[in-house]
């Protein structure tokens, strides 16, 4: 049998498997979801945000090396929370969310978010051997850190406003 599956027919189908019956039927899965959801995605932005401000020149006497390290490992670790989490709340209202702008916003915020990480570890990073500590971060790291920090209180406001839109 061959299945041709359109967008909105995908949508349909995930909001109709058992996992997203489960979740959307049960009294308490969902709001545990949600809870797991946002303590994890508050770790993960919290620790970016803890870097970022590192970055901008607050607590020079921490090494950037360390600091990146340690923040790193709680951003990696919140992030298997806040991925599996993230998917099953899309699965449990897809079509409701793919048509939702606060979640698509959310979704090409994060992206950005993304991208943006990439350039500073690609790039920036790879001198802060010269500002690792007591100096101040290049421009670049500024920047980088001035946009991650906008981006991810960015990225929590359309969460909330997926709800209201």
């Known amino acids: 049998m061959i ?5 909105s027919s995908i949508l349909t189908w995930l909001e109709s498997s058992s996992l997203a019956l489960f979740f959307r039927q049960s009294v308490w899965m969902y709001p545990i979801l949600e809870i797991v959801h946002i303590a994890g ?3 993960l932005v919290g620790a970016a945000i803890l870097f970022d401000l590192r970055l901008l020149g607050f ?8 600091c990146i390290r340690h923040m790193l490992f709680w951003a990696r670790l919140s992030f298997w929370a806040v991925l ?3 998917i099953i709340l899309f699965i449990v209202d897809a079509t409701g969310m793919a048509s ?5 916003l959310k979704l090409v915020l994060i992206g950005i978010a993304i991208v943006n990480a990439f ?6 990073l790879k001198t802060v051997d010269v500002w690792n500590k007591n100096e101040t971060a290049p421009v670049s790291a500024k920047i980088a850190g001035i946009t991650s920090i906008l981006l991810w209180l960015a990225v929590i406001s359309c969460g909330r406003l997926i709800a209201y839109i």
């Open 3 to 7: 299945f041709v599956f359109t967008g």
């Open 41 to 43: 995605f508050s770790v």
């Open 59 to 66: 607590s020079k006497n921490l090494p950037v090396t360390e």
């Open 84 to 86: 599996p989490s993230g």
């Open 100 to 104: 939702n702008p606060a979640f698509i």
């Open 119 to 124: 350039i500073f570890h690609r790039y920036t």
